[in-house]
């Protein structure tokens, strides 16, 4: 009987053990369980960060260049008071300021990356979403990835100061707050009901539409309180929603009311044109966000969840989510070549790089934009190539590729370059102040109006652009270089860029007529009309926009012209081509005294005549003449008279 006894005090003594051993191995487990829930969120946030870098550091490198150089940000009290006149512009005022970082587009989009992988560890805490459903956490900054790449060209109709960060850290910190409000939201009503509140006053005002968005979402993921609690929350938060935007109204002067619930959200219009694509990032990511709150699951149905054995649910749910990402982002970037070249081709001409920027254009694999064709001759021009190189790279142009009915014109793109580089500055500085005012002021129409004040000798204006560009992160060094100018203006002449210029600004009759929109239009226009023998730069230029408009009768006295300017020096193919097309057309004028290069010229026309009358004889149309000859004969100027037709222009 003691013995028995003696057992049963044994036994009980055994069972705390016991049941001690099992607590620690459900520690153990659970802890193992949490890892392996931490390592998988971390190795869905690496693979995410490895293929954002790839998409926008390294296949869209000259696009986010362009995106920084079409912002501005200045460390200047006046530049953020002008943000403060509507709700939401704290984010766009940041994201002016990280844009500027894309100076260095690795470095502009690790910050980026490094934004995105933030919010997605709070999108993780906001949402309670644990292990394998941490990918859904993706979604949102995926969003977000598309939104970047997804512009085109809308890039030069962007209205919305910051694009390029503001959504990412209107996100992050709305995330951070659902995040604080699941942990503080428990302890009382009251204090659920004062948080709703409280967010949406300062969540409109920092970061506008999404701080409303927000609100409802944390409405949405309140679990843990009565359902009748629950209601009144999505109440209140209802009523913030309606009641805020309407009081802000009478505040803010600049917002218009019809946009109260939508400031800040990004709006593509212009006056024709009322874009949707540009939209579809932030309405999936809106719905993603509203599905998240709205399905937030409790700790305990994640937990059994995670238990089952709905393996390959999991699986299916994880290369869903992967799959869609990497899919919607190759839909999304704009990677269109020619989009691409006529930004490294700017920024060359930009820089002086010439030879860098004829190196870019005889890379396009098939037809140019008429953008890239007079960045084109702009560099063959400077490097004095122009003569002989014109016709030897592709002059069959194609429409600039657009997804939606946005009607891209040269005027919003490239014509203040254009008009710079050409002298023409009446016209650089009404564009560059022009597209400024319609949508926003920029790096790049600040260094063209510096550059035009001081061809023009306006010295106080161009002070005064130099000390704006001196107020930003990366342009100083570019400021400093201009600013000795203004107090020496001998350094002008010395300059290579700009003394090229002023050649031509000098012989200039300085009058302000009318493009009406038509950048290179203009150009054939004036430069074939212009007739001036007091500068050689100037009058080869009138030479080859004349045989770009095919004006046989402008053409000769240039042409003769350019003869008596170059005493000695040989005649450039291309206008010895026009001049032996157009003497045998015509019989106007009598070539048979020319000194034509027998081989290149009159060789080869001969061959050209002979090689075309043939193929008419054989019922060929124009056109197929023309592709049968172009591999021979399409770097001449007798193929551009005869079958390139129609410039495209725009």
């Avoid at 003569?387 to 005027?411: C, Q, R, T």
Wanted: aromatic residues 16%.
């Amino acid at each position: 009987m003691a013995s028995n006894n003696k057992q049963k005090v044994k036994g009980e003594k055994q069972q705390p053990q016991k049941q001690t051993q099992n607590n620690t191995q459900r520690k153990k487990e659970s802890f193992v369980t949490l890892n392996k829930g931490y390592l998988l969120a971390i190795i869905y946030g690496v693979l995410f960060a490895a293929f954002a870098f790839y998409m926008l550091a390294i296949k869209n490198a000259d696009y986010l260049y362009a995106a920084q150089e079409h912002s501005l940000f200045l460390f200047d009290k006046s530049f953020f008071d002008m943000f403060m006149v509507k709700p939401g512009a704290l984010m766009s005022y940041l994201g002016c300021f990280c844009t500027q970082f894309f100076y260095h587009p690795a470095l502009g989009t690790s910050i980026l990356i490094a934004i995105w992988l933030v919010t997605y560890f709070l999108t993780i805490k906001a949402f309670n979403l644990k292990g394998m459903y941490s990918i859904l956490a993706l979604l949102p900054i995926g969003a977000l990835l598309c939104s970047e790449t997804i512009l085109g060209y809308w890039l030069y109709y962007n209205k919305v100061a910051g694009y390029w960060f503001a959504p990412s850290l209107g996100l992050m910190v709305n995330m951070l707050m659902i995040w604080m409000y699941r942990l503080f939201h428990k302890k009382s009503r009251w204090v659920d009901y004062a948080i709703i509140v409280l967010w949406c006053i300062i969540g409109y005002w920092a970061t506008g539409w999404m701080g409303l968005l927000a609100t409802l979402i944390m409405a949405l993921t309140n679990v843990t309180q009565s359902p009748k609690s629950r209601i009144i929350s999505l109440l209140i938060a209802v009523a913030c929603i309606v009641v805020i935007p309407i009081i802000a109204f009478r505040f803010y002067t600049q917002m218009r009311f019809c946009d109260a619930w939508m400031v800040g959200f990004p709006v593509f219009e212009t006056e024709t044109v009322d874009a949707t694509r540009p939209w579809y990032p932030f309405i999936v990511l809106t719905i993603i966000l509203l599905v998240l709150g709205t399905l937030s699951l409790s700790t305990e149905k994640k937990t059994v969840l995670l238990k089952s054995k709905q393996t390959f649910l999991f699986i299916g749910l994880q290369i869903i989510c992967l799959a869609g990402i990497v899919l919607c982002e190759l839909g999304a970037d704009f990677d269109n070549y020619n989009y691409h070249a006529e930004f490294r081709i700017y920024r060359a001409i930009d820089e002086n790089r010439w030879q860098d920027a004829l190196d870019e254009v005889a890379a396009v694999p098939g037809n140019p934009t008429r953008e890239i064709i007079l960045l084109r001759d702009i560099a063959l021009n400077r490097t004095g190539k122009v003569g002989d190189y014109m016709f030897k790279y592709e002059n069959v142009s194609i429409p600039p590729y657009v997804y939606d009915s946005l009607d891209v014109h040269m005027a919003q793109t490239n014509s203040p370059l254009v008009y710079l580089n050409y002298a023409r500055l009446n016209f650089a500085t009404r564009w560059s102040i022009e597209n400024s005012v319609e949508h926003g002021f920029s790096i790049d129409s600040y260094k063209i109006l510096t550059r035009c004040a001081l061809v023009t000798g306006e010295y106080n204006l161009a002070r005064k652009y130099i000390n704006i560009l001196k107020k930003t992160l990366f342009y100083k060094e570019w400021a400093e270089r201009y600013e000795p100018m203004i107090d020496n203006p001998k350094l002008i002449e010395e300059s290579s860029e700009l003394s090229f210029l002023t050649e031509y600004y000098r012989h200039f009759h300085n009058m302000l007529d009318s493009d009406e929109g038509l950048v290179e239009m203009y150009l054939l226009n004036y430069f074939s009309n212009t007739m001036n023998k007091d500068s050689k730069q100037l009058q080869e230029t009138t030479l080859y926009f004349t045989l770009q408009s095919k004006d046989i009768e402008r053409f000769w006295p240039r042409f003769f012209l350019y003869a008596h300017l170059h005493p000695g020096e040989p005649m450039p193919i291309h206008y010895q081509e026009a001049a032996y097309l157009y003497g045998h057309l015509e019989h106007q004028v009598d070539i048979s005294h020319l000194p034509f290069d027998q081989e290149k010229i009159v060789n080869r026309y001969a061959s050209f005549q002979q090689t075309s009358n043939s193929l008419v004889q054989k019922g060929k149309s124009a056109e197929e003449v023309g592709a049968y000859m172009k591999p021979m004969y399409g770097d001449t100027f007798w193929w551009f008279y005869f079958f390139c037709r129609g410039l495209n222009s725009y």
